[in-house]
């Protein structure tokens, strides 16, 4: 007598097994390339509405941002670009934005290494998409402001500080020799409405404000060329912080001479 069961005969049992198994491994690589797909759209948001990143080759910012002119570091450093579109802009922030006509040098401009091969450019689009990189970043540069809209900014007092509606900054993040201005070149400027007046941390080796006051912007940054504020440092790992804007450095200016 047969014994038959409700799996059927060994070679139908063993067909359905592969066919189990082949849809398994199916549904698996399906999950996998939708997981990545989420995951690369989500980056995509994140690059386009929260953070991006940019390379800092120039010595502008230097020491609190390490470019590429007297010391092969390049930083990296994470953008916030919810500030200006939903947070304000503070004094102290640094900040990257648009050329505003005319600023950009080859020795101060926030820039991404050009890829040399395929491979590389190929890596370089996608870091870029999902905001690793940034294909644009040689038309940017990077400063900290000091002047919002209303304020009245002058360099420099007998001790050759900068003043803020008539409150002298003693900034702890400047790269100056003793005895110097704070800036570039001396100014005593109202900030329009909707502009912003920023100086480079390396005073005497930056492109900012204080050195463009004879182009049609006057040194004035619009706020809407402001891509972001710059939050932290993420690259090298050895330079890894945040970014302060040095509130107490601007405490009381609010007060004074509005």
């Not at 480079?200 to 060329?225: A, C, I, T, W, Y």
């Amino acid at each position: 007598m047969t014994d038959s069961t409700a799996d059927g005969p060994p070679t139908t049992r063993a067909g359905s097994a592969a066919k189990r198994r082949s849809r398994n491994i199916g549904l698996f690589v399906r999950d996998i390339v939708v997981i990545f797909l989420v995951a690369l759209l989500v980056s995509f948001l994140i690059k386009t509405f929260l953070i991006r990143s940019f390379y800092i080759p120039s010595a502008s910012m230097e020491n609190t941002l390490m470019g590429g002119a007297n010391v092969a570091v390049d930083d990296r450093i994470i953008v916030n670009e919810l500030e200006p579109r939903i947070m304000p802009i503070h004094r102290g922030d640094i900040v990257v934005f648009k050329d505003p006509g005319g600023w950009l040098s080859d020795s101060d401009v926030v820039s991404t290494p050009e890829p040399t091969n395929p491979i590389a450019k190929a890596v370089d689009w996608f870091f870029t998409f999902v905001g690793l990189s940034s294909a644009d970043s040689d038309d940017h540069l990077v400063k900290r402001v000091i002047g919002l809209p209303g304020d009245h900014v002058v360099c420099c007092n007998a001790l050759n500080q900068i003043t803020v509606n008539g409150v002298p900054l003693k900034e702890p993040y400047i790269n100056v020799p003793d005895g110097e201005l704070h800036a570039g070149q001396t100014f005593d400027v109202n900030v329009p409405p909707g502009e912003l007046w920023v100086l480079g941390d390396n005073r005497l080796n930056s492109q900012d404000s204080s050195m463009n006051q004879g182009l049609p912007d006057k040194g004035f940054v619009p706020e809407d060329d402001v891509v972001g504020r710059a939050i932290l440092i993420s690259w090298p790992i050895s330079r890894w912080s945040w970014l302060s804007n040095y509130p107490e450095v601007f405490r009381g200016v609010e007060e004074r001479e509005k």
